[in-house]
């Protein structure tokens, strides 16, 4: 799911936010200050001075008689000026148009930019932050419960016709675990390494198709590997059969998934353990040796 820093960092901007925009709407009343919203529109009134008028997700108007001794900027918004409406600085409006009443006068520049995306943007910016986080989180989800899925069936298949180096790599995890960590974040560093140092040539070239076959075969023989260690962890085999363990470490792992902040976080740790208990084990080909006292 989603990963702690980048939520984190969502969160951390949404305050910033909050604060300036409480700082910009409580400076609103003052007469010669500065008008800023985010989200919204900014209207300047007949007889009233402002700065500057600024308005990120809305349009800006100044009615008849009102002035703008600074700026006028709409994002996302159109500039409306109204007859008699004053702009001694620049008026800007990027994702709309600048609407200017017979008598209006401008200072500056008119600067209207992506006018033709108008239409489009008022949609986003209805969204509250609240919406846009918890859109990613039902978007993660989704990636997350498809994640699952794939893995679930490959795991199913891999155990009717290779159980054996499944065992052997499960086995590899459980006897070898910090070996298996090191191993699985050892194999991420060489190969984001090879790929930094390849880059743009013709080896690069050549060896991308190689790497992302050999990381997918790695990944897949990890994941259910994992899952696999973790049912046998929790519940014995009956009758011999892997599919049961199988099934009830994935879905615990899955559980683990959906938690916010630490579950993707969990999720992506406890498969390094998978993959590299695969490069140790020689792709299950080899025996498990014990830890080391």
Known sequence: MLTSCPFLAIVIVTLALGLLCATTFAANDLQGSDMVRIGGDVTVDEGRVVKDAVAIGGSVTVHSGGCVTGNAVAIGGDVHLKANAHVEGDTVAIGGDILKAEGASLGGSEVAILSGAKHLLPVFWKWSLLDILYGSYLASLMLHIL?????????????????????????????SALKSAGWG?????????????????????????????????????????????????????????????????????????????????????????????????????????????
């Open 147 to 175: 994640v699952v899925l794939v893995i679930a069936a490959l795991g199913v298949l891999l155990l009717l016709f290779v159980p054996g180096p499944l065992q052997i790599i499960s086995s590899t995890i459980r006897q």
């Open 185 to 293: 974040v050892g194999s991420i560093v060489v190969i984001s390494l090879l790929l930094i140092i390849t880059a743009g040539s013709l080896l690069g070239i050549l060896l991308v198709p190689v790497l992302v076959v050999a990381v997918a075969v790695v990944a897949v023989l990890g994941c259910v590997a994992l899952r696999l260690f973790v049912g046998e962890r929790t519940v014995s085999a009956s009758g011999g059969s892997l599919m049961k363990p199988f099934l009830v470490g994935m879905l615990i792992l899955a559980a683990i998934g959906l938690v916010p902040l630490v579950g993707g976080f969990v999720f992506l740790v406890a498969n390094l353990f998978g993959v590299g208990a695969v490069l140790v084990s020689r792709f299950g080909l080899g025996q498990p040796r014990a830890a080391a006292l």
